[in-house]
């Protein structure tokens, strides 16, 4: 498989070449990819803060304080 490698000042400069329904279409895109990936991180928050209780719950007992103080 061939990968392509290109800068960012050449990817802007194809970009500028671009029609303007395909500028906007790529910002579209952008968007839209960012937006998923704040939504990603929202919610990995979101469930790793669910998480803690059943963890707290099963690593803080009396057996495995012995291992806290090693």
Same mark, same amino acid.
Request: aromatic fraction near 8%; charge should be negative; glycine fraction near 0%.
């Given at each position: 498989?061939?990968?392509?490698?290109?800068?960012? &000042?050449?990817?802007?400069?194809?970009?500028?070449?671009?029609? &303007?329904? &395909?500028?906007?279409?790529?910002?579209?895109?952008?968007?839209?990819?960012?937006?998923?990936?704040?939504?990603?991180?929202?919610?990995?928050?979101?469930?790793?803060?669910?998480?803690?209780?059943?963890?707290?719950?099963?690593?803080?007992?009396? &057996?495995?304080?012995?291992?806290?103080?090693?």
């Amino acid at each position: 498989m061939y990968q392509l490698s290109l800068n960012l &000042e050449q990817i802007l400069q194809l970009v500028k070449q671009l029609p &303007e329904n &395909e500028k906007i279409r790529l910002n579209r895109e952008l968007e839209q990819d960012i937006q998923n990936q704040k939504q990603d991180q929202q919610l990995t928050t979101v469930y790793t803060k669910m998480s803690e209780a059943s963890f707290h719950q099963i690593w803080d007992n009396p &057996e495995d304080a012995d291992y806290d103080n090693l």
